[in-house]
């Protein structure tokens, strides 16, 4: 290896590893920002709250809200049996969610979905799905406001029911989450672990309850911002 050699990869070494730390460092602080810093939860029914003991108050992002605290306004954009993949049977960019979430001018979208695409008919359609959720980051992160983006790991699935099945979430939707964060350089927050081998918050076995939104908002908290 000559030195221009040498030093070349020495310089996209170091790219990477900085891309890396920015990637693993992305907070949001009120400083950056003038005024309230706002925040889109993009995702499903367990962002929408079914399945949630009041939902307009226990909702995940409602709640997110209030452990953000005034600095910050969250927004739900859940859609009850959305999909991430475009030819789902309820695919989240057809839903009028999709467009108001530009609307909101956000400065931080999180991206839950996955669940429902793992039933039969959705998950014919694997070899769309790393595109699908790229197209979804890059569409998020190029509106206007220029939003900051995380991915979400979907929570724990404790029964196969409407044919959303644990086996496909983790086994196959989850790596490839991980594979098309780490390509584009966004953070995972991931529910999964958060709420594995509990169980008891699942009352229908898919959704979680109050106290299962309470801790998918308190691990998304600790992911946008500094504890």
Request: glycine share 8%; with cysteine; net charge positive.
């Amino acid at each position: 290896m000559t030195k221009s050699q040498f030093f070349r990869s020495a310089i996209l070494a170091l790219a990477v590893f900085l891309a890396g730390c920015s990637t693993a460092n992305q907070k949001l602080r009120t400083s950056d920002y003038r005024g309230v810093i706002r925040v889109a939860c993009v995702g499903d029914s367990i962002t929408y709250g079914a399945g949630v003991e009041n939902r307009i108050e226990n909702n995940y992002p409602r709640v997110l809200g209030n452990l953000l605290g005034p600095g910050f306004e969250t927004r739900n954009f859940g859609v009850s049996g959305a999909t991430l993949l475009k030819k789902g049977d309820k695919a989240y960019w057809t839903q009028p969610e999709f467009v108001k979430v530009g609307a909101f001018k956000p400065n931080a979208v999180v991206i839950k979905l996955g669940t429902n695409d793992s039933k039969p008919q959705n998950w014919g359609f694997r070899e769309n799905f790393a595109d699908d959720l790229a197209e979804m980051i890059d569409y998020f992160r190029d509106l206007p406001s220029k939003p900051k983006v995380w991915v979400c790991l979907p929570v724990p699935v404790y029964e196969t029911r409407w044919g959303i099945n644990e086996p496909v979430v983790y086994g196959e939707i989850i790596p490839v989450i991980r594979w098309v964060a780490r390509e584009k350089r966004v953070p995972v927050i991931d529910l999964h672990n958060a709420l594995s081998e509990r169980s008891e918050l699942f009352p229908d076995r898919i959704h979680p309850n109050a106290a299962g939104a309470a801790i998918i908002a308190a691990t998304v908290k600790s992911a946008l911002v500094e504890n």
